[in-house]
């Protein structure tokens, strides 16, 4: 390799970067496909969750007064 010309080398070398690059980019997709795979079932799980709350549920916070034990 110490024969080549100088610009030859430097030719490789990109080559060299564009190969790691690329790689990295596909590692890259690769990891944010599967993090949207995973937001999308979140998503999914969270409407389910929402769903099964009972029909008149105000969302205000409940006062625990209000809940008395079956003993009392």
């Known amino acids: 390799m ?3 010309p100088d610009t ?3 030719l ?8 790691f690059q690329e790689d ?3 590692q ?4 944010v496909y599967r993090q949207q795979q995973k ?3 979140l998503i999914a799980e969270v409407r389910r969750l ?3 709350q009972p029909e008149g549920h105000t969302g205000a916070p ?3 007064r209000d809940e008395l034990p079956p003993h009392y």
């Open 2 to 4: 110490e024969n080549l």
């Open 8 to 10: 030859d080398q430097r």
């Open 12 to 19: 490789m070398d990109l080559e060299t970067k564009l190969s």
């Open 24 to 26: 990295t980019l596909d």
């Open 28 to 31: 890259l997709n690769l990891i």
């Open 39 to 41: 937001i999308d079932a």
């Open 50 to 52: 929402g769903q099964q």
């Open 62 to 64: 409940r006062n625990l």
